[in-house]
């Protein structure tokens, strides 16, 4: 059943119209013609306000609301018309029965920016909503139901919500981009200190190599004298004069080796092989290097890669690790000796980039200070007292270990040890069957010419002597031009025996190629401190320096064995 029309300023509006056709008699508010003229009234104030007003009437908070709160209702309009509250907003039950009970005992509520989860497009929603509840009083001034303002604020609430978030998030990038920045200054820090260190130490090395390369020239005149004395004095006085000086000339030689060790241009024979086997043939020697109170563990995974490496040097450089390990342990102390597989990707200051095996010695001695970690692989540096150490045992593992295309590293920390790790290159071939060299006959051929090719006169004229006497003709040349020279203009020799560092264009390996496309099968023997590695690329004799005369004598004689008739 339908009333009297309403006034023109309420009909303006989806609501009022509803609330006109609307048949309330099917409510407990009944026919709106028996509405009593308060109720009636306030509906009229309700439809007309732009705010968003729900009107919960009688005790089952019958609805009536405004085109305001239509908008707010979304999907639930216009099914709330007329709709108790509880059946209107099911999923927020408890808490519109809470504001009837306040209501209809004339109190009131405020809420400002109230959470709700309203369904109102059939999902659930996250509602922010500023809420005034206030009685409505019939005309006795009793509560008759409650009258309700409803702003909903989740737009501001979610704006500011992610206006906090955004701040966090800046607030966050800014202390992380600080970190980084403090991180890659750091990192920017100790790649210069790195980088400096490996200039100084290269710069080192190169100073290094040059003094090592003239003292091994000094030591093969001194040789080549010692070696005269005693094959032209029959005094027996002098025998064992001379042996002294042989072996002094020795250790200056091996002292020379660990030098170019260090510089990188000592003479390597990389092959492959099987570090697990040589750690485990060094088993007897690496105890009787350590003393009794040392113990000393070897531990080799499983599976481990072959190494690409001279065997020797190997040997050697872990002979060094294990000995400075056990200088650094003044009592008793566990010295561990691992080997294990690793993956570089290239990242790091050396720029490794490949598979290696990582063999390192670890002690749980005194460890040291961040000063002196940083110059431990410096040639002659050494904390030990005068006479106990020469310090080049490191710098033999640094430079054995940047020949060999790998690198040393070392960690230690004053009370916690130290280790010390030689990262070698693994061998794209299996690893080979040690083989005992065979003994070389050292029978001198009469009257073999040769072309000695040296520019220490001192040494050229020390050793072409000590050949002489021997038996050999030995003509001379001062570099690798004036040699050339002479071959092209029909100097007759059964070999060439040449240095293979030498001033001017031509070097002794440039020479050898030279004179061999010159006159080929022409034996070629090579005398160096130095790397040889161009000189076993062609397949040529190397000797080392500094040499005896008596192995000089033996690499002329398997080269002349094994040449065609005189060039």
């Known amino acids: ?9 309420v009909l303006r509006g989806e609501l009022a119209a509803l609330v006109h056709r609307f048949d309330w008699e099917r409510t407990s508010l009944g026919a709106r013609a028996a509405w009593a003229p308060e109720l009636r009234a306030t509906v009229d104030i309700v439809l007309a306000s732009p705010v968003p007003i729900v009107m919960l009437c009688g005790t089952d908070g019958v609805m009536i609301y405004n085109d305001a709160y239509s908008a707010f209702a979304g999907g639930r309009h216009p099914g709330l018309l007329g709709m108790p509250v509880l059946d209107g907003w099911p999923e927020v039950a408890d808490f519109n029965r809470r504001v009837m009970d306040v209501g209809l005992r004339g109190g009131t509520l405020s809420f400002r920016d109230q959470h709700l989860i309203l369904h109102r497009h059939g999902v659930p929603e996250d509602v922010w909503m500023d809420l005034n509840y206030s009685p409505i009083r019939d005309a006795a001034g009793q509560p008759s139901g409650v009258l309700a303002i409803v702003v909903e604020t989740t737009e501001r609430i979610v704006a500011e919500r992610r206006r906090r978030e955004a701040e966090e998030a800046l607030r966050l990038l800014n202390a992380n981009l600080e970190q980084i920045v403090g991180e890659r200054t750091q990192a920017l820090r100790q790649a210069e200190e790195q980088l400096h260190h490996a200039q100084r130490m290269e710069a080192v090395g190169q100073l290094t190599g040059g003094i090592a390369h003239d003292f091994n020239n000094l030591l093969q005149a001194l040789s080549a004298c010692l070696t005269m004395i005693g094959r032209r004095s029959a005094e027996p006085a002098v025998v064992p004069l001379v042996e002294a000086g042989q072996q002094a000339v020795a250790r200056g030689g091996r002292l020379t080796q660990q030098l170019m060790a260090f510089a990188r241009h000592q003479t390597l024979r990389p092959e492959p ?27 080799p995974r499983p599976g481990l890669w072959p190494v690409e490496a001279d065997p020797t040097q190997f040997e050697l450089a872990l002979l060094n690790l294990v000995v400075n390990a056990r200088d650094a342990m003044a009592g008793r102390g566990e010295l561990v000796i691992e080997a294990e597989n690793c993956r570089l990707d290239g990242s790091d200051i050396d720029g490794l980039c490949g598979d290696f095996v990582r063999v390192a010695v670890r002690d749980d001695g005194s460890g040291m200070p961040p000063e002196i970690l940083a110059r431990v692989f410096e040639p002659f540096f050494t904390t030990k007292a005068v006479g106990k ?3 080049l045992g490191l710098s033999q593992v640094y430079g054995f270990c940047r020949q060999s295309g790998g690198v040393a590293r070392i960690e230690s920390a004053i009370g916690q040890g130290t280790t010390v790790a030689m990262i070698l290159p693994r061998a794209a071939r299996p690893a080979m069957a040690a083989v005992d060299p065979p003994a070389i006959q050292a029978a001198v051929t009469g009257g073999a010419r040769l072309l000695l090719v040296e520019d220490d006169p001192l040494v050229a004229s020390l050793v072409a002597s000590t050949l002489g006497d021997l038996g050999y003709a030995v003509a001379l040349a001062a570099s690798g031009e004036e040699a050339l020279a002479r071959l092209q203009a029909g100097l ?14 031509i070097s002794g390996a440039d020479l050898a190629r030279e004179a061999i496309a010159l006159r080929p099968g022409m034996p070629v023997l090579l005398a160096t401190g130095y790397s040889e590695e161009l000189a076993e690329l062609s397949g040529l004799r190397v000797l080392a320096k500094p040499y005896r005369i ?18």
């Open 389 to 391: 150490g020469s310090g």
């Open 1 to 9: 059943m339908t009333g009297p029309a309403l006034p023109d300023f």
């Open 492 to 505: 007759t020799i059964d070999l060439l025996f040449s240095d293979m560092v030498m001033p001017g264009a």
């Open 273 to 299: 092989f099987d570090v697990r086997d040589r750690l485990a043939g060094m088993a007897g020697l690496i105890e009787r290097a350590l003393r009794a109170d040392i113990s000393v563990g070897m531990q």
């Open 550 to 567: 008596d192995d000089l004598t033996a690499a002329i004689e398997q080269a002349l064995a094994g040449r065609p008739a005189a060039a």
